[in-house]
């Protein structure tokens, strides 16, 4: 009997289920045969995983099989990567909530920091962004958007160069997108900038993709001068989409700017 990384994964996995009775048992979790019939599947065909045989599972069952081990998401995962060596199909649905425990490492970055929807709807920020990009609470949710404050008339009078991270976060909101799967509120975005905005119907018919962290662009601010970031950014994991925006000082005058503006 061969052992595979997928098999031993299925055998602790099954002996981890509490079956749904109240007769003792002499070995732990569920047996071969009952993770078979919640699967669907044959018992000799789920043997044959179990030892290593039985070929490449589709889609479906491994879907099956995550449903009768009571797999949560990360498991699921699990499952998919050492049956087919790729991660599951996307679940689409909305992002997660932000967490006291999000909000609280947003809170603890000294640099202004968001959370962010594939959209690029800001749905969560520090301290730090509210010193130097402004009170985003006191905004309309619909004006939380970055793609439409970077492609709104005058955002070329604050941010440069304009062209450039007009175009870094246009191609990484494809990326997003993409990765997160089609929703109503991306057509509708798209749509509404398509007609409002020259620019954006340029970039967007380039179809320029790339990941949007990495880029440095320069904010002018009126009461603090200029300030040169540097954008990075983290996927939440279980954030089913959310993703962290960090905004950090590319020069010590940039790091003192906001410093200061901070202690305000």
């Known amino acids: 009997m061969a052992t595979t990384p997928l098999s031993t994964f299925l055998r602790e996995r099954r002996e981890r289920v509490h079956p749904a009775t109240t007769t003792r048992r002499r070995t732990p979790g569920l047996r071969r045969e009952e993770v078979a019939t919640r699967a669907g599947v044959s018992v000799t ?15 479906d069952v491994l879907e099956r099989l995550a449903h009768a081990l009571e797999l949560d998401d990360a498991n699921r995962e699990m499952l998919f990567l050492l049956a087919q060596d790729r991660p599951p199909p996307r679940k689409r649905g909305p992002p997660a909530a932000v967490t006291p425990s999000l909000q609280c490492v947003l809170d603890h970055l000294s640099v202004p920091a968001f959370l962010k929807t594939p959209t ?5 920020w520090n301290h730090a962004a509210v010193a130097v990009a402004g009170d985003y609470a006191a905004l309309p949710e ?8 970077v492609f709104q ?10 062209e450039e991270v007009r175009r870094a976060y246009l191609a990484g909101f494809r990326v997003d997108i993409a990765r997160a799967g089609p929703s109503d509120e991306a057509t509708a975005l798209v749509d509404e900038l398509m007609e409002t905005s020259p620019d954006f119907r340029r970039l967007w018919d380039e179809g320029e993709l790339q990941p949007h962290g990495g880029f440095q662009k320069r904010l002018l601010l009126p009461d603090a001068g ?12 279980g954030g089913n989409g959310l993703s962290l925006l960090v905004f950090s000082p590319a020069d010590e005058a940039s790091a003192r700017t906001i410093a200061r503006l901070v202690q305000r």
């Open 226 to 237: 200029e300030l040169l970031l540097e954008s990075s950014v983290f996927h939440v994991e």
């Open 153 to 162: 008339p005058g955002s070329e009078h604050k941010l440069h160069p304009i």
């Open 142 to 149: 619909r004006d939380r958007n970055l793609l439409r404050r």
């Open 45 to 59: 065909w789920y043997t044959w995983l179990e030892q290593g045989r039985g070929g490449v599972p589709s889609d």
């Open 120 to 124: 690029f709807q800001i749905v969560a």
